[in-house]
């Protein structure tokens, strides 16, 4: 197949259509609606592998439209009645089908290459954090969209229907909607089984910004692809109904190897990037790579912070580190706390924007009182913990600050926290710190009554 034959071809068939409707799709989804794809430190434009994610994440409506428009595509020949003209000539069945198939493959994977493109422009500028982890989940992606569009392409040619591209498209739908991953748990998951799950082309997009897709998952999904591909084409070259019935066998063989290699559990399917999690460090204070960025602004109000804990608490119980939390989640699931370290979320509000002394403020707050109940695109923590944290941080730097933490109204925050303050600074110094040491205590143990304990039992 030569390029001035493929090039014909394109230009008699939708083929450029498809590639056209995958790129503005793809791109009227990102840009039309406001979903979690733009919030957090995991939105698609902020890292490379959040980007393939959430690109792929696109799929659960693009690979319908691929297989539909597929399917509209091997409907040529039928809708102009030339199919036994096709074949009384001596050009062989298997050519037509690759140059078919080959030009709608080709405008399918440059359009979707081009919604990467656009995606990858923008992380360019926000990271320094640069890896080619991404790649797989992207090419894969791809592949599924052609595999798609060429078993559409057969369908079509083995059922010739008016009806035929439209009962595909929605069939497709509705099968990315059965096998639809969720991810309000610590590991994206499904309501059947997670070998089965992996069968979709689509997954959920990212929600925590170091988790990646293992190799057995590329690996299998890239085997039950080639073998969706290869019925496809089988039909689109077979001619009678029993060649057609054995064009059902890659599809078969594709299913049956993918389900043994795919990872039966959740916690196999997506693991930590463990180089996007590397430590990068400036003396006590530690972010991930993928964060590397951040740690100039981090450092020095990160020592000052340990400085002031370790005067603040008793002598061993102050934490000697500053690191960025690592810990796989799900949402409402208690926060990671550490003895050792000030763990620092950067989907927490308080560290998205703070700088100096204000991030100073944010990490004596989180080192005295860690947070139990999270704070992030998802959730919103509470109002008792947050008022507790502002009032550890004010009692270390003399002046009682509500936190701007995003999730609750400053003035509601020093609503709660006056008449904590006011009984906390009559008591005398060392009473003052058995309190911030009872309060260290209560939060490093979930304690979800930590503004009580301040109190001495009596916030109320």
């Not at 409707?21 to 434009?45: F, K």
């Not at 980007?51 to 792929?56: D, G, I, K, Q, V």
């Not at 999270?374 to 941080?393: F, H, V």
Request: positive net charge.
């Amino acid at each position: 197949m030569n390029v001035r034959v493929l090039r014909t071809e394109s230009r008699r068939s939708v083929a450029p259509w498809a590639g056209a409707v995958i790129l503005v799709g793809a791109l009227a989804l990102l840009y039309g609606l406001s979903g979690p794809w733009w919030n957090g430190t995991a939105r698609w434009t902020a890292q490379w592998t959040s980007m393939a994610l959430w690109t792929r994440g696109l799929l659960n409506y693009l690979w319908p439209l691929a297989v539909g428009l597929g399917a509209l595509q091997g409907l040529r020949d039928h809708r102009s009645a030339m199919s036994e003209l096709l074949t009384s000539t001596p050009r062989p069945a298997w050519h037509r089908a690759a140059v078919l198939a080959g030009s709608s493959a080709l405008t399918l994977a440059t359009g979707f290459a081009l919604v990467v493109l656009v995606g990858g422009v923008q992380v360019l500028s926000n990271t320094a954090y640069t890896h080619l982890g991404w790649l797989p989940i992207s090419l894969v992606a791809g592949f599924s969209l052609v595999a798609g569009a060429v078993l559409g392409m057969g369908v079509a040619r083995a059922l010739p229907s008016v009806l035929t591209p439209p009962a595909l498209t929605v069939g497709a739908l509705l099968l990315t909607a059965l096998l639809r991953q969720y991810t309000d748990s610590a590991l994206p998951s499904g309501s059947l089984p997670n070998r089965v799950t992996l069968l979709s082309p689509a997954v959920d997009g990212a929600r925590q910004v170091l988790l990646t897709p293992s190799a057995s998952v590329h690996l299998g999904q890239t085997l039950w692809l080639l073998g969706i591909a290869g019925t496809g084409f089988a039909l689109l070259v077979a001619a009678t109904p029993r060649v057609r019935l054995l064009a059902l066998t890659p599809l078969l063989a594709g299913a049956a190897l993918a389900l043994l290699v795919l990872p039966s559990s959740p916690r196999q399917t997506y693991v930590v990037d463990e180089e996007a999690a590397a430590p990068v460090c400036d003396g006590p204070v530690c972010v991930t790579r993928t964060h590397q960025a951040r740690l100039a602004a981090l450092a020095d109000p990160g020592r000052k912070a340990l400085r002031l804990l370790h005067g603040a608490l008793p002598r061993g119980q102050a934490p000697d580190s500053v690191r960025e939390s690592t810990a796989l989640r799900g949402i409402g699931d208690p926060a990671p706390r550490s003895r050792r370290h000030v763990l620092v979320d950067f989907e927490d509000k308080l560290f998205d924007s703070a700088k100096g002394e204000e991030l100073t403020r944010s990490v004596v707050a989180l080192g005295i009182a860690p947070t139990c109940l999270a704070r992030s695109s998802n959730e919103s923590g509470t109002l008792e913990e947050a008022t507790a944290q502002s009032i550890a941080a004010s009692w270390v730097l003399g002046d009682l600050k509500p936190l701007d933490d995003f999730y609750h109204d400053p003035a509601e925050q020093m609503a709660e926290a006056r008449p904590v303050w006011k009984k906390l600074k009559a008591l005398p110094p060392d009473r003052q710190r058995a309190r911030i040491a009872a309060l260290h205590s209560a939060a490093l143990s979930c304690d979800i009554d930590v503004l009580d304990v301040l109190a001495g039992g009596d916030s109320r």
